[in-house]
């Protein structure tokens, strides 16, 4: 006679079954999360369904088009799309991906132009990379950071001399419109060749024929074999300019963490919050100052804190950041530059001003400083820097004043002859870097006042002349480098200028003292 089930028995038959079916269950067979479009418009879905969806997890729509989870809301989830809503309709389905957004990163990105998740633009064939980095991650420990201590040369003298750059520094490039802060950006890129830097531009908005003839340019200097080109254009979805420099700081990473040097570009991170902006917007997130959200603010100094300099045990790599921001009517007291010059290690303001009369780059010193860069400076600088940014200084308080009078004494008649040196040898044509031992040598011959005599038009050929001459002693240019400020080097060097320039035919000097013209 059987015994009845009791219901322990009946519990325990039950739960070996379940252990056992658990067992034999299949993993690669997963349940799909499976939502329903209800509004699609300008870059953004609104969806239902996706209850575990998390936040900026990666979903798909059937057209293959991707999107990133931004908001979760009780009824609905926000996406952005990273790709055209070309064919996405309401009704249509989106799946879960259980991945966040991720970047693919190898060195085989050199040369190449990519988009923000990575894939080609060039026409060279896709990407081929075995890993991937987040495109949002942490910045760096504080404890893993070192001293910014090492130069990086941008072959620019008013740059290198007065607001130097370290690497591992975050230095902002601001002005007007088509005032040169590209140029400034590409002359820096262009410079880094043989000196095992890698380059990333990161193009945010911008029109597709300035980002070619930009890329032409680098492949005619060579530079586009050590670097990598990002774009998000103008007519590309917010989505994609909103990723973009997270994503190109990913690959910065990648580098970084091989102790390598890594300079990335952002041009520009105005066109980078006005694309957030909108995406906030419809989003229907609270708008804030001139309409920007909340945590703009955030999101740039999230970007930013991601450039640094390792210590030697974290890896000991580096990225430095050129961000640039486009200002409006010389207004550097907007929301989106006080907010970057606060998060970043220093400004070079490019002035609308300069620019019209000709002085190449526009750089405005007395708007410009670079918090860091002074302790990663070579030494050489430090003998000729501080004397040229007060001279230069001195003149152009002199020269507002002297608009005002027709006679002036000999002594202010030397210091404007001596400022107008002074400003036309920080003047420089684009892609013409100069190496660090020229400017040095230029330089110390302006702070002596050697090329006072010399009429502007030949003080460009006079600098060629210095160049080529010093450049013919053997040994001068690594034991200029390394002077110390009481070096015997620069009596040596001082006795060798002035031979060169001596050899020069002396101008004729009129009889009388010219007019100030409307630019002086």
């Not at 028995?9 to 939502?35: C, F, M, N, P, W």
């Not at 980078?272 to 100094?301: K, T």
Request: hydrophobic share 40%; glycine share 8%.
């Amino acid at each position: 006679m059987n015994t009845p089930k009791t219901l322990t028995d009946v519990l325990d038959e039950t739960s070996s079954q379940l252990t056992k079916d658990l067992a034999a269950y299949d993993a690669s067979v997963s349940k799909e999360e499976i939502g329903q479009v209800f509004s699609v418009g300008q870059g953004i879905v609104w969806a239902h369904g996706l209850a575990s969806v998390k936040s900026e997890e990666l979903v798909v729509f059937p057209s293959g088009v991707l999107g990133v989870v931004l908001d979760i809301l009780p009824d609905r989830t926000g996406i952005v799309l990273l790709g055209y809503d070309q064919g996405l309709a309401a009704g249509d389905q989106v799946t879960r991906t259980g991945r966040i957004l991720e970047v693919p990163v190898t060195d085989s990105l050199l040369g190449r132009i990519v988009d923000p998740l990575g894939k080609a633009l060039d026409n060279k064939g896709a990407v081929k990379a075995t890993d991937y980095l987040p495109v949002q991650r942490e910045a760096p420990p504080i404890m893993a950071r070192g001293p910014v201590n090492r130069p990086l040369q941008t072959g620019i003298k008013v740059i290198d001399a007065l607001i130097p750059i370290g690497r591992g520094q975050r230095e902002l490039i601001l002005g007007d419109r088509q005032t040169g802060k590209t140029a400034v950006a590409l002359d820096t890129i262009i410079n880094q060749a043989d000196k095992d830097v890698i380059c990333i531009y990161c193009a945010i908005g911008q029109r597709s024929s300035a980002v070619a003839k930009l890329i032409a340019h680098l492949k005619e200097h060579k530079a586009l074999d050590y670097s990598i080109v990002m774009v998000a254009e103008g007519s590309d979805p917010p989505g994609l300019q909103y990723i973009a420099p997270y994503a190109a700081t990913s690959m910065a990473e990648y580098f970084m963490a091989q102790g390598r040097d890594v300079l990335v570009v952002y041009d520009d991170l105005t066109r980078h919050a006005i694309a957030y902006r909108q995406i906030s917007l419809l989003l229907r997130r609270p708008p804030g100052r001139e309409a920007f959200p909340g945590d703009i603010f955030y999101i740039h100094s999230r970007l930013l804190e991601r450039s640094t300099r390792l210590r030697d045990d974290a890896g000991g790599g580096s990225i430095t950041a050129l961000p640039i921001i486009e200002t409006e009517a010389q207004n550097l007291s907007a929301y989106i530059p006080t907010n970057l010059i606060s998060i970043t290690d220093g400004q070079i303001y490019l002035s609308p001003e300069l620019f019209q009369k000709g002085f190449f780059p526009a750089v405005e010193v007395g708007k410009s400083v670079s918090r860091v860069g002074g302790k990663a400076q070579l030494t050489a600088y430090r003998k000729v820097a501080g004397d040229l940014r007060l001279s230069y200084s001195q003149f152009q308080e002199l020269e507002s004043f002297a608009r005002f009078g027709t006679r002036l004494d000999e002594a202010t008649r030397k210091t404007l002859a001596h400022g107008r040196c002074v400003r036309e040898v920080l003047k420089q044509q684009q892609f013409s870097p100069m190496p660090a031992f020229d400017q040095v040598a230029i330089l110390m011959a302006t702070n002596l006042g050697m090329l006072d005599a010399i009429p502007l038009d030949g003080i460009s050929a006079i600098e060629k002349r210095i160049s080529d001459e010093l450049r013919k002693i053997s040994g001068l240019s690594e034991r200029l480098s390394s002077a110390a400020k009481d070096d015997p080097v620069w009596s040596e060097l001082r006795e060798m200028l002035a031979k060169i320039i001596a050899e020069v035919p002396s101008p004729v000097v009129p009889d009388s003292e010219p007019a100030l013209s409307a630019e002086e």
